[in-house]
């Protein structure tokens, strides 16, 4: 008996090493390569803000780090300056007219943003004129075709703005400056400048927008729920024991209203609260839901269960919006596109799955798949816990 017991231990510890150390990536919740993009267009110069986490930088700039330590330091920087702002500037590109535009850089720093580094690097360019088409182009990582990297670029200029996310193969984002608010294309939405006369033509110029910045959010909610492992865990750790169609829908049901409640109140500045304790209280709610599927016997109304757990996974999901900083004219769309977006790949996972629990439940094994499967997803959940709260 203690031979089995202690070949059963053995197991689980090669099992829980092995999902570690195979799937490292995992050990975040969002593992993303985030940066943002900020170009204001003044009446005497542009002005270009791009900031970038600084585990991007490391991971881009092999020699960067000299003293090994994965953290971006200020001396290291300063050390090889030059280069690295050649290779920011000659990567993320600013063209007028199909020419590319050499910057002035203003400042380079290391800013902290919640629990996490990122590299400002400040510039601006001259100030351009009416007719000129302006396109942005973000080459990082373009050649890594398993990246989850996304540019959250927001443009402002006199009487407007708009916001879009460059990620995957839409990495270019393009302006015509023009002069008659009449040119700009179909469905964009600008605020009319205060300068403006009856006619409706205006003394500055005004930007068209040539990409999509609802289907860019969508593509970023989509995204963002695909690489977000802890709230998949959780998702799967709900639905693992048997339930009926109508306690799963009630389940998804309850999810998706909490969490899009809190993603809204946190995006609008509503509701806020540190990353830290947001992403340490998921991990627990992982382990929670797991030691529940092991330990009662009665998961009927897991779906009141779901929807407090959910409200603290908005939170989750809002800190790439939270960051972005979006203009209240274009905040409704990218929240609702957003949220969409999470909720089609949501609801894909949980069609796609239920037939496979549907089936495992017939089987004479199930509940030792049931506690051996939870045991797993509580090895995990402590692992995130434990790496939230004191790493």
């Given at each position: ?5 202690g070949?059963?231990l ?8 092995f999902?570690?150390y195979?799937f490292p990536?995992?050990?975040?919740a ?13 009446e005497?110069e542009t ?6 986490d600084?585990?991007s ?7 960067i780090?000299t003293?090994?330590?994965n ?5 290291e920087i300063?050390?090889?300056q ?6 920011l500037?000659h ?6 007219n ?8 203003l400042?380079?720093k290391?800013?902290?943003?919640e ?9 601006t ?6 007719g000129d088409?302006?396109t ?5 990582y ?8 996304v540019n959250?670029?927001?443009?402002t200029?006199?009487g407007?703005?708009s916001?879009?996310a460059?990620?995957?193969d839409?990495?270019s984002?393009?302006?015509l ?6 040119e700009?294309q ?11 006369d ?8 005004k ?5 999509s910045?609802w ?9 963002h729920?695909?690489?977000g492992?802890d ?5 799967f750790a709900?639905?693992?024991?048997k339930?009926?169609f109508r ?10 209203i909490?969490?899009?409640?809190t ?6 500045g509503i509701l806020?609260l540190p990353?830290?304790?947001?992403e ?7 382990i ?6 092991i ?5 009927n109304?897991?779906?009141?269960l ?5 409200l603290i996974?908005?939170?989750g999901?809002?800190n790439?919006?939270q960051?972005?900083n979006l203009?209240?004219?274009?905040l409704a ?17 949980v ?5 496979i629990?549907?089936?495992m ?7 030792k798949?049931?506690?051996?499967g ?5 090895l995990?959940?402590?692992?995130w816990l ?5 790493l």
């Amino acid at each position: 008996m203690f031979n089995k017991r202690g070949s059963k231990l053995k197991l689980y510890f090669v099992i829980f090493v092995f999902i570690i150390y195979t799937f490292p990536s995992m050990a975040s919740a969002h593992p993303y390569s985030a940066s943002f993009t900020t170009i204001q267009f003044l009446e005497n110069e542009t002005r270009f803000e791009f900031s970038i986490d600084a585990l991007s930088i490391i991971e881009l700039q092999e020699d960067i780090d000299t003293n090994e330590n994965n953290v971006l330091e200020m001396n290291e920087i300063e050390d090889d300056q030059d280069h690295l702002v050649e290779f920011l500037t000659h990567t993320v590109i600013l063209d007028k007219n199909n020419e590319q535009q050499e910057p002035e850089v203003l400042d380079i720093k290391i800013v902290k943003k919640e629990n996490k580094d990122f590299l400002t690097i400040s510039l601006t360019y001259p100030a351009y004129q009416p007719g000129d088409t302006i396109t942005i182009n973000d080459g990082l990582y373009f050649n890594d075709t398993d990246t989850n990297y996304v540019n959250l670029l927001t443009a402002t200029y006199t009487g407007g703005s708009s916001q879009a996310a460059l990620q995957g193969d839409n990495r270019s984002w393009t302006i015509l400056l023009s002069e008659d608010q009449q040119e700009q294309q179909a469905g964009d939405e600008t605020i009319p400048d205060k300068d403006s006369d009856e006619t409706g033509e205006t003394t500055e110029p005004k930007p068209t927008k040539t990409s999509s910045s609802w289907l860019s959010f969508f593509k970023l909610g989509m995204s963002h729920i695909l690489t977000g492992y802890d709230h998949l865990l959780f998702l799967f750790a709900l639905l693992l024991r048997k339930q009926t169609f109508r306690q799963y829908a009630m389940i998804i049901t309850s999810f998706t209203i909490a969490h899009s409640i809190t993603l809204s109140l946190a995006v609008l500045g509503i509701l806020d609260l540190p990353s830290r304790f947001v992403e340490s209280f998921i991990a627990l709610s992982i382990i929670y839901v797991a030691v529940e599927n092991i330990v009662k016997k009665d998961v009927n109304h897991r779906w009141a269960l779901t929807f407090v757990f959910g409200l603290i996974h908005g939170l989750g999901f809002a800190n790439i919006l939270q960051e972005m900083n979006l203009q209240k004219s274009h905040l409704a769309s990218a929240l609702v596109s957003f949220n969409i977006g999470i909720e089609v790949v949501q609801l894909v996972i949980v069609l796609l799955l239920l037939p496979i629990l549907a089936y495992m439940h017939k089987l004479a094994v199930s509940q030792k798949l049931i506690k051996y499967g939870s045991m797993a997803i509580i090895l995990l959940g402590a692992y995130w816990l434990f790496e939230r709260l004191f790493l």
